[in-house]
């Protein structure tokens, strides 16, 4: 079983939020999964059973419910290990808008994966603990697009800007 849920951002989130798919998987033919080197980032909130990462560096991350990844750009696969059935919330960002979010250049996460928690501190854990008690997608997206992060912006071309309360961005 296989579901997924896409929406825009909150408008105030336009340039620095491409879109969000919420995503529910139960799978018993395989457990893991070769993830395609890309040219964009990635950031996830798993919302389910542990999710294992294992960046194209060969290191591995396992996640719990409510904890989020962050990955960089990459020349070679990745592999998610799914360890039970997945729930999780996918928030897909142009690069300037990630390297905000994790407050530090691209650069330093190119071919691996990080915890997001590591990144971004308390904030990263509060939304992911109100995401995992939201009651369907549309919730999710809410709580994504009312994201106070204080670490937005710090690189990038967009300058200076975090994402408050309100979803507005300053800058």
């Given at each position: 079983m296989w579901e997924m849920v896409a929406a825009p951002p909150a408008p105030a989130l336009g340039g620095l939020v491409g879109h969000y798919t919420s995503y529910r998987e139960r799978t018993t033919s395989f457990s893991a999964r070769r993830e395609l080197a890309a040219t964009s980032g990635v950031l996830i909130y798993a919302l389910d059973a542990p999710l294992a990462i294992t960046g194209a560096?060969?290191?591995?991350?396992?996640?719990?419910?409510?904890?989020?990844?962050v990955g960089g750009i990459a020349d070679a696969t990745s592999i998610s290990r799914a360890l039970g059935p997945q729930r999780g919330?996918?928030?897909?960002?142009?690069?300037h808008a990630l390297a905000?979010?994790?407050?530090?250049?691209?650069?330093?996460?190119?071919?691996?994966?990080a915890p997001l928690a590591d990144l971004a501190g308390r904030s990263a854990r509060v939304l992911g603990e109100r995401l995992v008690t939201a009651s369907d997608p549309q919730d999710q997206f809410d709580l994504v697009?009312?994201?106070?992060?204080?670490?937005a912006g710090?690189?990038?071309?967009?300058?200076s800007c975090s994402v408050v309360g309100d979803g507005a961005v300053v800058g």
């Open positions: 560096d060969g290191v591995e991350i396992v996640l719990r419910e409510g904890e989020a990844f919330v996918h928030i897909h960002l142009p690069l905000g979010v994790c407050g530090m250049p691209l650069a330093e996460l190119a071919n691996r994966v697009d009312d994201f106070p992060d204080s670490t710090q690189y990038g071309d967009t300058g």
